[in-house]
């Protein structure tokens, strides 16, 4: 049914019984494009699992001004961590891009699982904390030239999927900043 989650959940050497404890709160969704899974400001009540589609998470500012938190896709978790630890509103928009089919899993199993210390919340934590490791080093020690040459070879389905406004917020830089950085690619 879900074969791609539970082979990411096997790939991160998830338990049998742990595989099961997630299936067992899982909820199938399916929505449209542009649907909110979380406004900025409100409490998250649940985390997500990405079978299909585009998301996007990002601030919004009391100027109308957007500024780009992540953008995620097939096999992503969405755990809003801020929520979860400091039960507090979440800081951010979560936003769906294009139709998506996903699982949501309810923040109250997430907190439970913390709670009593169970490894399933470890292992969700440490995947998390993988994904920022490796958000933070792409960000700091390329030039955006670099990120973007990495974004194509490691992301070459998600570079047709996303415009170039999109890939440049990914990417931390402007959209004029892509389009140079596309003009000196090119042109060597």
């Not at 790939?11 to 199938?28: G, R, T």
């Not at 449209?32 to 601030?59: D, K, W």
Request: with cysteine; glycine share 2%; proline share 4%.
């Amino acid at each position: 049914m879900h074969t791609s989650f539970i082979e990411q959940l096997q790939s991160f050497d998830f338990s049998e019984n742990q595989i099961e404890s997630l299936l067992a709160v899982a909820k199938p969704l399916e929505l449209p494009t542009r649907h909110i899974l979380i406004n900025q400001g409100e409490m998250a009540s649940s985390i997500y699992f990405v079978l299909e589609g585009l998301c996007h998470a990002c601030y919004l500012t009391n100027d109308g001004k957007q500024y780009s938190k992540e953008f995620y896709w097939e096999q992503d978790w969405i755990i809003g961590f801020e929520s979860l630890i400091k039960n507090q509103a979440s800081p951010y928009l979560l936003e769906t891009l294009t139709p998506i089919t996903m699982l949501e899993l309810p923040m109250n199993a997430v907190i439970e699982w913390r709670a009593s210390n169970n490894p399933l919340y470890l292992k969700l934590l440490e995947t998390q904390l993988m994904h920022k490791e490796n958000k933070e080093r792409f960000m700091l020690l390329y030039t955006p030239e670099q990120r973007y040459q990495l974004f194509c070879e490691h992301y070459p389905d998600l570079e047709q999927r996303l415009n170039d406004n999109q890939i440049a917020a990914y990417l931390g830089i402007t959209a004029i900043s892509l389009s140079r950085s596309k003009s000196r690619i090119n042109d060597s």
